[in-house]
């Protein structure tokens, strides 16, 4: 079974919290939204990811289990 993470780019405010919880997964531009740099990261990278899911101040991101 397969994980994927989601941003809704609608809420997305630039706070880069995503980015610092998990810098390989999530990149915030100079525009201020998030980019995901990889839609479907390793297991390696799920707790990083939660952290920034749990974090996010406007809660943009969230993971969908497949
Ligand atoms: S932490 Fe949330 S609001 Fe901030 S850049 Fe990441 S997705 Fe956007």
Redesign the pocket.
Known sequence: MGWRVV???A???????????APGV?E?GKD???RILSETPGDAERTAVAQ?VK???????KIVDD
């Open positions: 941003v809704d780019e809420l997305c405010q630039g706070h880069e919290v995503c980015e610092a919880e999530f915030v201020h939204k998030v920034a974090y996010c101040p406007t809660h943009a991101l």
